[in-house]
C-alpha cells in the first residue's frame, strides 16, 4: 500500500512548488532605465547604490543614477508592448492617410495644371483668331485702295 502513496504524494509535492513559484514568474519586476529602456525580471537584491536583477538567464548590476522607476510585481511589459504596438499602428494609419491625402493634392494640382493649359492654348488659339482677322481686314483695305487708285 505504502508503493501506491508514493507517486501520489510526489505529484502533490510538484503541484505544491508550482503553486509557489508559478506566481513569482508572472508578476515580474521592472526596472525603467533613465535611457528609455526597460529591464523586466525578478531583483534579488538591492542597496543605496545599485539594484541586482535576474532576467532571463541573466544577473544584472545596475546602478541606480541609471534607473529612473522600479515596478514591483508588475506586468508592465506586456502593457507596455501594448501601447508601443497600438502607436505603431495609429502612426501608419496616419502615415497611410497622409499619403492618400498628398497623392489627392498632387492629382488636383496636376488637374489644375491641365486645366489652365487647356485655358490658355484656348487663349491663344482666339487671340490668332483675332491677328487673322485683323491682317484679313488690313490686306482687304489695300486692295480696296488699290482698286480706288
Known amino acids: 500500500m505504502k508503493r501506491n502513496l508514493q507517486p501520489k504524494r510526489n505529484l502533490f509535492i510538484a503541484f505544491l512548488w508550482m503553486l509557489i513559484f508559478l506566481p513569482v514568474t508572472l508578476l515580474a519586476d521592472t526596472v525603467l532605465l533613465r535611457d528609455g529602456s526597460r529591464i523586466n525580471g525578478r531583483i534579488i537584491q538591492q542597496n543605496q547604490a545599485s539594484v541586482i536583477i535576474v532576467s532571463g538567464n541573466r544577473r544584472q548590476v545596475i546602478s541606480k543614477t541609471r534607473i529612473a522607476r522600479i515596478l514591483y510585481n508588475n506586468n508592465y511589459g506586456n502593457d507596455e508592448d501594448d501601447k508601443q504596438k497600438e502607436e505603431e499602428e495609429r502612426r501608419k494609419r496616419l502615415e497611410e492617410q497622409r499619403k492618400r491625402e498628398e ?47
Open 103 to 149: 497623392a489627392e493634392r498632387q492629382r488636383r494640382a496636376e488637374e489644375q495644371k491641365r486645366l489652365e493649359e487647356q485655358r490658355r492654348k484656348e487663349e491663344e488659339r482666339r487671340q490668332q483668331e483675332i491677328l487673322n482677322q485683323i491682317e484679313e481686314e488690313k490686306t482687304r483695305e489695300q486692295e480696296q485702295k488699290e482698286q480706288e487708285q
